[in-house]
């Protein structure tokens, strides 16, 4: 902060101290601890769809070998990515409220329906058998036999109450969105964030990575002190659940990091609102001893937006990506440089300790315009070992493929 | 209607001329048509709403139109009038209209009553606090999202903060939601006054 801008803000606070001291004065929940004079607000999103020929394929970046094409589009606000057993590949989303189903031709070409509408942020989804379960908000809904209806979907079945998740309103409009996985315990998984962009919170009911049987019930913590992971999955050998963590705003440039979180037992903590590895909050660290925490695996950058993550299990890609994790950074808003709008590729040794990130697919983000051309979200492997990122700005889904 | 039209057209037509050579994606010139078609009986002839109750959309920035006829569209945000007629909406019809909005001059309804200074006194002195400006920009004109709230109609920004203090107004996330929490129906009159008189 440079000292005129300080001397702004104190002469706001004392301009302001009476009213402040009559009332209180909440602030959206991301603008805690904004610093006065700051424009810095989260980017609009684009719910119109793009034609093909505006979406940024050719400027997608990736190593020697990979080649990106757009597999689907004209699908605004796409996100979280989840496969039927037929193939059916079904697209979640937040504002637009809907979900998207996406099937193959037989001349390859692709065809994408809405399947649903009207939900809440309906950003969790996961397939077991042929039923799609779909999280929104605290809403958990499940449709049967999906596939096999696609033109004329089911009333799903309500789920809500077994979940009991917190509502929209007890999140203060907070990190309320779910991202949702399956673990290979047949448990789904998912995440509940913090009801703020930082503060005192339950540390037993927000900032939780939880899992569930599918029928809502045996609810389980399986980590603590996580501000709000967007992205998990479990290690294709090990089975140990990852996840990525967004780290708090209005703290500066270049801290806290975003990260990625390895979880080795069930209830461990992370640390929030203290700690985000060894960084102490400066507001809300509460003395507390940052070693006390468990430690992320890696750090992936500050306000970056890191959401989905994968291991690759596929065999088109080259020896060196099998069961690495690769990870889609959305991009920054609380920085006043860009930072993110990429993947990346998290190595692990063989004791599963990260041992570098690497640059994968870039080109997104225009460093000397200080613009992004998308924001990649989710990342899913199709069974051929090419993959798909999800690209929620453009409503396109592309995919990459590698030929030696 | 014939002058309205006449006023459109001229409008989009100066738009053009302001931005030569511009291939806009949003055609402000088919906007002005359609809006002639419905939106200008409850906004305005001139998207100012002479109209209790119903918002002025001259100035608006194009993404926040945009995003609000989708969400009306999508049946998410829920004014039944509103939903009627976005239903079944195409996207360039939304973006079209979105850019013919922008392109007009914001200012006051004609009925605009004359200015309280004691309320707006009141309402300056929650402007601050409730860090209004942050979002809505200092001179309340809004950006991308975020709406234009200066001069605004008085009665509709009271009943849309009221709406969202009490969680009946949804948009494309939750922040007026935490802006607006615990103030009373005096601190929210107050605030409309003020930001109904800015220009």
């Known amino acids: 902060m440079t000292m005129r801008r300080f001397l702004l803000g104190m002469g706001a606070v004392l301009i302001a101290a009476p009213a402040l001291a009559q009332q209180p004065a909440p602030v959206p929940g991301w603008a805690v601890g904004r610093p006065e004079g700051s424009t810095l607000a989260p980017h609009a999103p684009r719910l119109t769809v793009t034609p093909r020929d505006q979406l940024p394929v050719a400027a997608i970046r990736l190593p020697p070998g990979f080649q990106a094409e757009v597999y689907a589009h004209g699908m605004p606000g796409v996100r979280a990515i989840a496969e039927g057993p037929n193939g059916t590949i079904f697209a979640g989303t937040r504002a637009i409220g809907r979900i998207y189903a996406i099937t193959r031709n037989p001349d390859g070409t692709t065809r994408t329906r809405t399947i649903a509408q009207g939900l809440s942020q309906p950003n969790g989804l996961v397939m077991i058998g042929d039923s799609l379960y779909v999280l929104a908000v605290n ?266 | 209607m014939l002058l309205r039209l006449l006023a459109a057209a001229l409008l989009a037509a100066a738009i053009e001329a302001t931005t030569p050579g511009a291939a806009l994606a949003q055609d402000a010139r088919r906007g002005a048509e359609l809006a002639a078609q419905s939106c200008v009986n409850c906004h305005g002839a001139n998207g100012r709403s002479q109209t209790s109750d119903i918002p002025s959309l001259a100035g608006q920035p194009t993404d926040f139109i945009t995003l609000q006829m989708i969400l009306f569209r999508e049946g998410i945000r829920q004014v039944p009038a509103m939903n009627a007629f976005a239903a079944d909406l195409p996207d360039r019809d939304i973006e079209d209209l979105a850019a013919y909005f922008a392109s007009l001059p914001p200012g006051p309804p004609d009925d605009r009553r004359p200015r309280d200074a004691g309320l707006f006194a009141a309402g300056q002195a929650l402007i601050g606090p409730r860090n209004c400006g942050v979002c809505h920009v200092s001179d309340f004109g809004g950006r991308a999202q975020i709406p234009r709230i200066a001069a605004q109609r008085e009665e509709f920004l009271a009943r849309t903060m009221i709406e969202y203090r009490e969680g009946r107004r949804v948009a494309i996330d939750t922040q007026m939601n935490g802006a607006v929490a615990g103030l009373s129906n005096a601190d929210i009159a107050a605030l409309a006054h003020y930001l109904a008189q800015r220009d």
């Open chain 1, 139 to 404: 809403r958990v809904l499940r449709y049967d036999n999906i596939e096999a209806n696609l033109d004329n979907p089911p009333a799903p079945v309500d789920l809500t109450a077994a979940f009991a998740l917190p509502t929209e309103q007890e999140h203060g409009g907070n990190h309320h969105w779910k991202f949702a996985t399956l673990g290979p315990d047949g448990r789904i998984y998912t995440n509940v964030g913090v009801n703020c962009n930082v503060c005192d919170t339950d540390r037993d009911k927000f900032a939780l990575l939880v899992s569930f049987n599918p029928d809502g019930s045996d609810r389980r913590i399986e980590a603590r002190g996580v501000r709000n992971s967007v992205g998990m999955a479990h290690h294709p050998v090990t089975r140990e659940l990852w996840a990525t963590n967004h780290g708090r705003d209005w703290v500066g440039n270049d801290t806290p990091n975003d990260t990625l979180l390895r979880v080795r037992r069930s209830g461990e903590d992370f640390g929030f609102p203290y700690c985000v590895g060894s960084w102490a909050d400066p507001d809300f660290n509460r003395g507390r001893n940052c070693s006390e925490f468990s430690q992320p695996a890696a750090l992936l950058g500050p306000h970056t937006a890191v959401l989905g993550m994968r291991f690759y299990t596929g065999t088109m890609f080259p020896e060196q990506y099998r069961n690495q994790i690769f990870i889609a950074r959305r991009g920054s808003w609380n920085r006043e440089r860009l930072s993110g709008y990429d993947v990346v590729v998290a190595h692990l040794d063989a004791q599963g300790a990260v041992t570098r990130i690497e640059e994968f697919l870039t080109g997104l983000r225009d460093d000397a315009n200080q613009r992004f051309l998308d924001r990649p979200v989710e990342i899913h492997v199709l069974r051929d070992g090419s993959m798909l990122v999800s690209g929620e700005q453009m409503g396109a889904v592309y995919r990459i493929t590698y030929r030696r």
